[in-house]
Every structure is written in C-alpha cells, then in structure tokens.
C-alpha cells in the first residue's frame, strides 16, 4: 500500500468520525434520556474494578509479606505484575475489538479477572498469586478501553471528552474502595476476603454488562477480512509520525501521577515530612477523592480539536513545575498542596483519550486506543522503576531521595511533553 494511501485511509474524515459516533437511532434531536446512560454506568463498573484490583497492593501488602514471607522485591513483583499482563494484552485487546466487537471481547475476556481474583482468594503460595495477577490484568485489559469506544459510538461526538471524563471520574471508586472499606474488611477477616469480595463484585459487574450491552462493530466500521489483516493494522498505526508523540506522553503523564501517588506519596509525606499515617492516609483520601472529579471538569470545558493538544501540553508542563517545586521546597504545606496539585493537573488526561479518538479513523479506533492504553501502562512500569534508581542516586549523592524522585519525574514529563508539541499531529478536520 503507498504511503499516501495509508494515510488516507488512517486520517479520520469528517464522513468516517461523523459514522463512528452516531448510532442507526441517533439524531440532532435526541433527548438526555434516551442516551445509553444506564449501559455506560455497567461498563463504568468494571472499568472501577480494574481500578481496585491494580490497587489492592497498598492495603495487602503487610499481610501478604507475614503470610508467605515476602520481601519488598517480592511486594514489587506482586505490584507491577498487573501493569505488565494489563499492557502487553492490549494489543490483543485492540484486534479483538475491531474484529470481534465489543460485547464478545469484553464478555470473553473479563471472566479471566474473576477467575485470577478466586485464585488469588485461594492461593498457597506467592507463585500462584502472582499468576492469579497477570490473569486479573488480562482479564480487566478491555475495561476502559470498551468505555470510550462506546461512548465514542453512541454518544454526540461534542460530548466525548466531557461524558468519557465522567466515567473516569466514575471508574475512580474503584480507588475509593481499596481505601477505607477494604482496610476494614482486611482488619476483620484477612486479605484472601478482600479478593473473595472483589470476585464477587466482579461476577455481579460481568452480569450486568452480559444484561446491558449489545454493541457490536460501529455501523460504519468494515470489519477486517481476517485476524492476519487486523494485526497488519497495528503496524499502520505505528507508520503515522503522530503516533509517536502520542505514545511518548501516555508513556510519562499517567504514570507519573500513579507513581507519585501510589508509590511515593505514603513515604514522602511520613519520611520527608514527619507526617503521621492517620494524616497520610487523610492526604491520600483527599487527592483519591479529587481525582473523581477533574477528569469530568476538564472533559467539559474541552477546547476541542483546533485547541486541544495546547491544553494537553500546558497541563503536563504545569505538573513538572509542580513537580519541581515539590522537589527542592521542604515544605509539609508545598508537598501536601503539590500532590492536591498533580491531582487536579491529572484530570486532563481525559483530553488525551479525546485526541486518540480523534486521530485516526473508524476502522481503527479499538486499535489505536489499545495501543494508547499499552503505553500508559507500561509506562507506569517503566517510570515506576526509574524513580526507584533516582531515589537511589539521590541518596548516593548524599542528597534527599524524595528530590531525586520529583525531578526525575518532572524531566520525564517535560521530555514527553516537548516529543508530543514537536511531533506531526493528525490533520484538524
């Protein structure tokens, strides 16, 4: 295929993105009611889950170490196993769903995070828990991912960011979850009842979607002649100069957020800031408790596609600077209101599932969205790993871990933002 054809063929049109998000039934005059709102919040349920289940590390981690002895190498694998099985299965994830749809995808694969979490439940020993893991991250691989292409289909498209920022606020329960209440389900039983409790609420998350969701391919969607043609496409993504600004952003801006807060939030604040764990844990709520809300702030106030990737880049620049001030200001007050900061700062990741959707055409979307959700997950793993080393180094230099962690942070965001702002992006339709 010539170069020019495949970027005609990649390049969403105004034909092909006004197809994919419109539904047979859909028109100007649609009312609210008549959306699929109900479907959504099933999918949003899951999507919740998957925030629990890649979570549940903070709240197990001392009653894993006394039962089967771990070590904090151990605690790490245990921890980072999730994000490698949930972003290697993306691509995968992203041919079933062009070829396959949504409902057989998600139906088929979402049973594999019961299966794990019932494993994880009976685990006698640390190799069978970490295979119940990478099963929980292959099985929720497609939850959010379905989220947005659902909404991208049955949704007006001047709604997208605001009402996919909604289910990301939605999803962020999930994280809710694996504060207060399992902490006390753990402390009153043990951790092999928090996952007991997770596979239940799973199965009941998998027969409402089973109930609610009929959605196939989009109207406009040609679905691929074979498996062999959907692989293919993955590399006619990666052909596109935008793709790769793209991936390098996703690969820095959600995990430095993620790491920050679940990595280096709990020591930063007792070590660095003589914080107490009642008062961490009271940060910890307050910055979880936040990021419910801003991703819908920012999915509402959507500059739209002429405007968007600025306020992408903006946004990123703002959480190195935060990043930054956190670093060499020791204050309890900067740390706290820095982490309060990156919280809100965070939310405008939605905007970046809005310029994915709007960068290449129908026939791709579920692939390209799973490539973009790959990125973001491995690099969760990556940068996670990386603030461990500058933590090191740091301390080797004689100098405060914590600085080392938040500049290496603040360099990976600016380096992923500046390959993002200079890379080609997809023509403004």
């Known amino acids: 295929m010539a170069r020019s054809q495949l970027v005609m063929n990649l390049h969403p049109t105004r034909k092909t993105m006004s197809a994919l998000n419109q539904s047979p039934t859909e028109s100007p005059a649609e009312s609210e009611a008549a959306l699929p709102w109900l479907t959504l919040l099933t999918l949003v349920s899951a999507f919740a889950l998957s925030q629990a289940f890649r979570t549940v590390t903070a709240m197990m981690a001392t009653g894993l170490q006394q039962e089967f ?80 292409l659902f909404i991208g289909r049955r949704f007006p498209v001047k709604r997208f960011a605001a009402v996919s920022g909604t289910a990301m606020g939605l999803g962020g329960l999930g994280l809710i979850l694996t504060g207060t209440p399992l902490a006390w389900l753990i402390h009153a039983s043990s951790w092999r009842g928090g996952f007991a409790v997770l596979t239940g609420l799973a199965c009941i998350s998998w027969l409402l979607v089973y109930r609610q969701l009929h959605e196939g391919l989009a109207a406009s969607q040609q679905r691929p002649q074979t498996l062999g043609t959907a692989l293919r496409g993955f590399g006619d993504i990666f052909l596109l100069p935008q793709t790769w600004g793209i991936l390098a952003l996703a690969g820095v801006n959600y995990a430095s957020f993620l790491t920050l807060r679940g990595l280096w939030l709990g020591p930063m604040l007792m070590h660095r800031h003589a914080m ?154």
Do not use: K
């Open 69 to 148: 002895g771990l070590s904090s190498q151990d605690l790490g694998l245990f921890a980072a196993t999730f994000a490698f099985a949930f972003g290697l299965t993306q691509f995968a994830v992203g041919i079933a769903l062009d070829f396959y749809g949504l409902r057989r995808t998600w139906l088929c694969t979402f049973p594999l995070a019961i299966l794990g979490a019932l494993i994880s439940a009976l685990a006698p020993n640390f190799a069978v828990l970490v295979l119940g893991q990478v099963l929980i991250g292959m099985g929720c691989s497609p939850a959010f991912v379905v989220c947005t």
């Open 276 to 429: 107490t764990l009642v008062q961490t844990g009271n940060v910890a709520l307050l910055v979880s408790l936040i990021s419910l809300f801003t991703p819908a702030l920012f999915g509402h106030f959507d500059p739209g596609p002429a405007r968007r990737r600025h306020w992408i880049v903006c946004a990123v620049t703002l959480m190195a600077a935060v990043s930054v001030a956190m670093a060499f200001v020791p204050s309890s007050w900067v740390g706290v209101g820095g982490m309060v900061a990156m919280a809100v700062l965070s939310g405008a990741g939605v905007l970046q599932y809005a310029n994915v959707r709007a960068s290449y055409g129908a026939e791709f979307a579920g692939r390209a969205m799973s490539v973009f959700t790959m990125s973001m997950f491995l690099g969760v793993a990556i940068v996670q790993s990386l603030s461990g080393f500058a933590a090191s180094w740091s301390t080797a230099l004689g100098g405060d871990p914590y600085a080392g962690v938040l500049v290496c942070i603040a360099v990976l965001l600016v380096l992923g933002a500046m390959v993002f702002r200079l890379l080609p992006a997809a023509p403004v339709h």
